[in-house]
């Protein structure tokens, strides 16, 4: 099994590139390093499945040494590459628009020139803010086109639809899936998101910055669930879209209040603005990949959290 990972580099991306080198499958990490980090796969590097190349999907797959790395032939392309952090692609928007329609498009054509599978990773924010809670496969979404999230939303609504057509114009095998809120080690401690924002913060009683009134709910999966449902779901040639992420749903307060139990920490809460069309629930409707993947999340809220504020800690004390 010859996998490329594109955005393998990233938070995501490099935990799937580490549990495939496991499954025994070869791996090509491409990735343009936008919002990843070497580091993410430097313990990969010297692995003999493993080739890492830089690379801008955005401009396709026709560098040398990218030609090389995919010659010997591509049984799967998991297209992950995209900013994924509000700040990141607000700090990016065009490049994320870019990376889900022309980038989504090159990964597409490879994937069709190999006779190979694609799986896209589309995202929970295609539902925007949501009118039906939980987020079943079946609900459109309420989302706005022009607002300052769209850059993220519709690239990834657009790389849906291309993703659709390809399948039903080209025959090209693919599959959807939507990832639900995701934390982990490696993500950036500036990355913005909440549960590293709310990390760095604590471990150096700092307010942590709720917005709002903390009372918007998110539902948050730990990173070795997710990258399983995500390899089960390429295995099983569902076509999707299917949800992927853990249904228990927390206020952003208690994730709060949480961090702060958890790294023992003396911060207060420091209440800021809310940010533009953020939205004010999620949670998934994983019925499906129950179903169809017999697939389900193991490691709980406090469980996950123990464990990020573990890798957080060791890597603080390794830059002291
Ligand atoms: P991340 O920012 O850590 O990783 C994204 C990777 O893609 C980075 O390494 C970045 O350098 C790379 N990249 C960006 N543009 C590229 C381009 N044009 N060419 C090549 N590489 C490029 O983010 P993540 O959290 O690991 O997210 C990975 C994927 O999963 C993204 O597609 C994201 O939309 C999706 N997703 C993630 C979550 C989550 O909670 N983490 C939720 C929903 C969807
Ligand atoms: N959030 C927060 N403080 C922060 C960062 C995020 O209160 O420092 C909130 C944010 O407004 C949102 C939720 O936490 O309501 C999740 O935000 P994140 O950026 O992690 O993900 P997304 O909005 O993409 O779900």
């Known amino acids: 099994m010859r996998v490329v990972v594109t955005g393998g580099a990233g938070f995501v991306g490099s935990r799937v590139c580490e549990v495939l080198l496991g499954t025994g499958a070869e791996v090509v990490c491409l990735d343009n390093l936008l919002t990843g ?43 992950l590459a995209s900013p994924a952090s509000p700040v990141d692609y607000l700090e990016h928007p065009i490049e994320t628009l870019d ?13 069709g020139e190999h006779g190979a599978r694609l799986v896209l990773a589309s995202t929970s924010e295609v539902y925007g803010d949501p009118q039906v809670h939980p987020q079943t496969e ?72 709720v917005a709002g009134d903390g009372s918007q709910t998110r539902s ?41 139990r958890a790294t023992g920490s003396r911060s207060r809460i420091e209440y800021v603005e809310r940010p533009v069309d953020d939205p004010g629930m999620r949670c998934p409707d994983i019925t499906l990949a129950r179903t169809e993947l017999g697939w389900e999340p193991r490691v709980g809220w406090t469980d996950g959290l123990t464990r990020t504020v573990s890798w957080f800690r060791s890597r603080s004390q390794g830059a002291a």
């Open 138 to 209: 079946e609900y459109w979404g309420n989302v706005s086109s022009v607002g300052p999230r769209s850059v993220y939303d519709e690239s990834k609504r657009f790389g849906e639809a291309l993703t659709a057509g390809y399948r039903r114009a080209l025959g090209t095998d693919t599959g959807i899936v939507r990832i639900f809120n995701t934390y982990g080690p490696r993500m950036r401690e500036h990355d913005g998101r909440v549960v590293p924002t709310f990390i760095r913060q604590a471990l150096a009683d700092e307010p942590l910055t």
């Open 220 to 260: 948050l999966c730990y990173v070795d669930d997710l990258v399983e449902g995500l390899l089960a779901f390429a295995r099983s040639g569902h076509p999707g879209p299917m949800n992927l992420g853990n249904p228990h749903e927390l206020t952003v307060l208690q994730i709060a209040e949480d961090v702060i």
């Open 99 to 111: 990376a889900g329609s022309r980038g989504t498009r090159a990964a597409l054509d490879l994937a």
């Open 37 to 79: 980090a070497p580091d993410n796969v430097g313990a990969l590097r010297g692995h003999p499945a493993f080739r890492f190349e830089q690379c801008d999907v955005t401009e396709g797959f026709d560098s040398r040494a990218v030609r090389a790395a995919l010659r010997p032939g591509v049984d799967l392309v998991l297209h």
